[in-house]
């Protein structure tokens, strides 16, 4: 009797830091929805990518053609893709199987990152929770530039503060200022899909998304967020999209960061940073400082320059 043919393929394949938002991004376009990144806190080197898809849609050929698809990721940082390798899995709930591959994700020193179908560990109950649905690659935690940004919140003190989150994604980093005391969170995606994913984890923190309430999100770049925050730039600007897009935008930073705050900028490659920190400063009038970096990707402080606030 001949073997029943796989139902699903399940991709697994490391995926380093560096190659990690770009193997997220590249699948999306791809149409391979089916993702997760097992991300283990004893282990926080080392990620693992995992992804579901159709055998009858994916033949061998397709499957060879996924791999040279996604082998020139690796160039711009100088590394070779890493093996991929396909597990045959019988027909079953694939949303089940992905969740197990997420755990407690302890953050810095006081912040916990808990996927929202697991119950607080006791050993972080000292620690506040973040809860995220991580269902949609928009951030949950585990890449560099968040944890950076995450970590460098700490030590900023937050009490009463008013937070721009530009670029967010899952809304992690409003939400990280929120649970660290902020007073409120302004947030902006170009994408809807981010800004439906901010405000359903904004529920699961219990925070009402919306007028009058702590967080408030909407659709849109700069201007959308500089609306949220009605003519009163913030004291806190939180912006983890890449490069070119932050030097873009640098120019009307100053619709959404008032002059006495501080930014705190990540999504960027040390290398590129003499670009950006010439953009920033040049007609835009940042001061810029690295504060941080883990794994080729940096985290820059922006102030405006003391010759401009006197």
């Known amino acids: 009797m001949q073997p029943m043919p796989p139902h699903w ?174 007073a409120s969170a302004s947030a902006s995606d170009t994408d809807p899909l981010a800004v439906r994913a901010t405000a359903a984890n904004a529920r699961l923190n219990a925070i009402s998304p919306g007028p009058g309430g702590p967080l408030q999100v909407a659709l849109g770049s700069v201007e959308g967020l500089a609306a949220l925050l009605n003519g009163e730039p913030a004291d806190l600007l939180l912006c983890n999209i890449l490069a070119p897009v932050i030097e873009a935008l640098a120019p009307q930073f100053e619709a959404v960061l008032s002059r006495a705050g501080v930014g705190l900028l990540s999504g960027l490659l040390v290398s590129q940073l003499p670009g950006l920190q010439q953009a920033l400063g040049r007609g835009a009038g940042w001061s810029t400082r690295l504060i941080g970096d883990q794994g080729g990707w940096g985290l820059l402080e922006i102030r405006a320059d003391q010759a401009d606030v006197a």
């Open 9 to 182: 393929w399940r991709l697994e394949m490391d995926a380093p830091a560096e190659l990690e938002e770009s193997l997220l991004w590249k699948l999306a376009a791809l149409g391979i929805q089916r993702v997760a990144i097992r991300h283990q806190p004893r282990e926080p080197e080392r990620h693992r990518l995992l992804a579901w898809l159709p055998a009858v849609d994916w033949p061998l050929s397709e499957r060879e053609q996924l791999a040279a698809a996604l082998a020139p990721l690796g160039d711009p940082f100088g590394l070779a893709l890493p093996p991929l390798q396909w597990q045959p899995q019988a027909e079953e709930d694939w949303s089940s199987s992905w969740k197990q591959h997420w755990q407690a994700d302890p953050v810095g020193e006081r912040l916990l990152i808990l996927p929202a179908w697991l119950a607080l560990p006791q050993e972080f109950a000292s620690r506040q929770v973040i809860r995220l649905d991580p269902g949609s690659a928009f951030g949950t935690g585990s890449h560099p530039t968040t944890r950076l940004c995450l970590e460098a919140m700490e030590a900023i003190p937050m009490e009463g503060l008013r937070v721009a989150d530009l670029g967010c994604g899952s809304g992690i980093l409003a939400l990280g200022a929120l649970r660290l005391g902020a």
